[in-house]
Antibody, heavy 121, light 108 residues
Framework: EVQLVESGGGLVQPGGSLRLSCAAS????????MNWVRQAPGKGLELISY????????FYADSVTGRFTISRDNAKNSLYLQMNSLRDEDTAIYYC??????????????WGQGTLVTVSS | DIVLTQSPGTLSLSPGERATLSCRAS???????LAWYQQKPGRAPRLLIY???SRATGIPDRFSGSGSGTDFTLTISRLEPEDLAVYYC?????????FGQGTKLEIK
């Protein structure tokens, strides 16, 4: 069974930093692109970053470019999101997510339970 | 970026009725890479449809997708109370892979 378990969310002040982690199990982590999708309270979904299986290809949405860094440790079956210079508008549930297949062109089939990040003074 | 506009914003229907949800793209969606997700309150989204019209594993045949180019539709025939949710479309053919703003489906 595929499982994605996020951790690391919490309350942080504007300008602060936070590191999210996602522990993956139940599939061959090393062969899948991985994604971070966020959802602000009462709002829609935003794919903010993805990383290829070998970390050779990385994408960031304009809203987080220069502030967030995605990484992965294939030996530990883990995905990370380092978030710096956090803003109020980064307040959201952050989901770790995996596509339907190993193809780089795939919709998201598996989602974690999400971890809440609240940016507030 | 491809902007996806969903309509209506909210849809209120009775059990047994048919729901028709629309997703319009600002430019043609590459190779029909269009998906639909269902998100129930307090839950992560669930993939319903991919490739415009293919149902994901375990999705009942009450859910169907159609369309091409810039206009896409999710149809739910014979609504059930458990279909209460927000439905999102997503294009995954052109980076950034954008989502629509969602349609909230209310069951009377």
């Amino acid at each position: 069974e595929v499982q994605l378990v996020e951790s690391g969310g919490g309350l942080v002040q504007p300008g602060g930093s936070l590191r999210l982690s996602c522990a993956a199990s139940g599939f061959t982590f090393t062969t899948y692109r991985m994604n971070w999708v966020r959802q602000a309270p009462g709002k829609g979904l935003e794919l903010i970053s993805y990383i290829s299986s070998t970390s050779s290809a990385i994408f960031y949405a304009d809203s987080v470019t220069g502030r967030f860094t995605i990484s992965r440790d294939n030996a530990k079956n883990s995905l990370y999101l380092q978030m710096n210079s956090l803003r109020d508008e980064d307040t959201a549930i952050y989901y770790c997510a995996r596509g339907t297949s190993m193809s780089t062109i795939a919709p998201i089939l598996y989602w974690g339970q999400g971890t809440l990040v609240t940016v507030s003074s | 970026d491809i902007v996806l506009t969903q309509s209506p914003g909210t849809l209120s229907l009775s059990p047994g009725e048919r729901a028709t949800l629309s997703c319009r793209a600002s430019q043609s969606v590459t190779s029909s890479y269009l998906a639909w997700y269902q998100q129930k309150p307090g839950r992560a989204p669930r993939l319903l449809i991919y490739g415009v019209s293919s149902r994901a594993t375990g999705i009942p045949d009450r859910f169907s997708g159609s369309g091409s180019g810039t206009d896409f539709t999710l149809t739910i025939s014979r609504l059930e109370p458990e279909d209460l949710a927000v439905y999102y479309c997503q294009q995954y053919g052109n980076s950034p892979y954008t989502f629509g703003q969602g349609t909230k489906l209310e069951i009377k």
